[in-house]
């Protein structure tokens, strides 16, 4: 483990700059995306059973801090708010707009 993230971290200090962003970004959306499809399914458990939900505001607002992947995957995998037609568009718009934060990047720097 400990040669693992040794080697990883000689590896990130051959990278540029610009490759230390889209790097560091790349990491930040995976754990957004996770943390975001999480909400999404214990949102669905929840409701399952009757219990304490989840606002949707918070449902709404996190694929826009860099979660939209897993937003996207909240919704067709676990089922969740598909018939709401906001959620699949939000999902879709800050997809899209994480799609543009990084291409923009990859021209810019």
């Known amino acids: 483990m ?9 590896s990130l200090s051959s990278l540029t700059n610009k490759e230390k962003i889209i790097f560091i970004l790349g990491i930040i ?6 943390l975001t499809f999480l909400l999404y399914k214990i949102d669905k458990k929840r409701a399952k ?20 992947i897993g937003g996207f995957m909240g919704i067709y995998t676990v089922r969740h708010k598909t018939h709401h037609w906001y959620f699949p568009l939000n999902n879709m718009l800050a997809l899209i707009a994480q799609a543009s934060l990084f291409i923009s990047l990859l021209i810019i720097l």
Not at 2 to 10: K, N, T, V
Not at 29 to 34: D, G, K, P
Not at 54 to 61: D, N
């Open 29 to 34: 959306e995976c754990i957004m995306s996770i």
């Open 49 to 68: 059973k009757r219990q304490w939900r989840i606002k949707e505001a918070i449902l709404l607002l996190f694929p826009w801090l860099m979660g939209g």
């Open 2 to 10: 400990e040669i693992q993230f040794a080697s990883l971290i000689l």
